[in-house]
């Protein structure tokens, strides 16, 4: 499997900071990345899919950039709601793995 | 609206077999790949297998590949996982997830079900 990196593993920010979460494959890997958040005790919810598409029903503070090998997450003004941990994943080849970063826990 | 119940969680012994299902409703689920991802107790998420919408193909985390087999049932509109060999580091909520196009991300989860692998 093709590993994942984030950083940093995890951040304190102020509500209305804007916060940048970085992801990194160790191969290329396109646009086939995708962001999720999970709350405490919740289930992930899909964020960002092809690196930069906003799913349907996300709040417009949060983006994603990159290509390749080098991907970035980043909420414009943090809200309290924000607080969790959001993950990355790779899902440019079944074959080997659609493997998950290990997570960056946002707190307030 | 998009439904997707696991069941078949417990407690199994190591190297006991454990099957999971995954009930599908309010979406094509022939249309779909669909994933299985874990996450062990306080710990981040791990992919472990995905399925073609079909069937026809099938990839696996390394950590699983041998061990575990994942294969769906379109007449069910069911998801299974086929869990053999079973470890102590395979303890974990086990979700499945609707792929968002033949193979993706995952645009719907379950709510998980728990395996804990103990004697």
């Known amino acids: 499997d093709i590993q994942m990196t984030q950083s940093p593993s995890s951040l304190s920010a102020s509500v209305g900071d804007r916060v940048t979460i970085t992801c990194r494959a160790r191969?290329?890997?396109?646009?086939?990345l995708a962001w999720y958040q999970q709350k405490p005790g919740k289930v992930p919810k899909l964020l960002i899919f092809a690196a930069s598409t906003l799913q349907s029903g996300v709040p417009s503070r949060f983006s994603g950039s990159g290509s390749e090998t080098d991907f970035t997450l980043t909420i414009s003004s943090l809200q309290p709601e924000d607080v969790a941990t959001y993950y990355c994943q790779k899902y440019d080849s079944a074959p080997q793995g659609f493997t998950f970063g290990p997570g960056t826990k946002v707190d307030i | 609206q998009v439904q997707l119940v696991e069941s078949g969680g417990g407690v199994v012994q190591p190297g006991r077999s454990l099957r999971l299902s995954c009930a599908a409703s309010?979406?094509?689920?022939?249309?779909?790949?669909m994933d299985w991802v874990r996450q062990a107790p306080g710990k981040g998420l791990e992919w472990v297998a995905v399925i073609s919408y079909d069937g026809n193909n099938k990839y696996y985390a390394d950590s699983v590949k041998g061990r575990f087999t994942i294969s769906r049932d379109n007449s069910k509109n069911t998801l299974y996982l086929h869990m053999n060999s079973l470890r102590a580091e395979d303890t974990a909520v086990y979700f499945c997830?609707?792929?968002?196009?033949?193979?993706?991300?995952?645009?719907?989860w379950g709510q998980g079900t728990l395996v804990t692998v103990s004697s």
């Open positions: 191969q290329g890997i396109g646009k086939y």
């Open positions: 997830a609707k792929g968002l196009d033949t193979y993706g991300p995952g645009d719907y």
């Open positions: 309010g979406f094509t689920f022939t249309t779909y790949g």
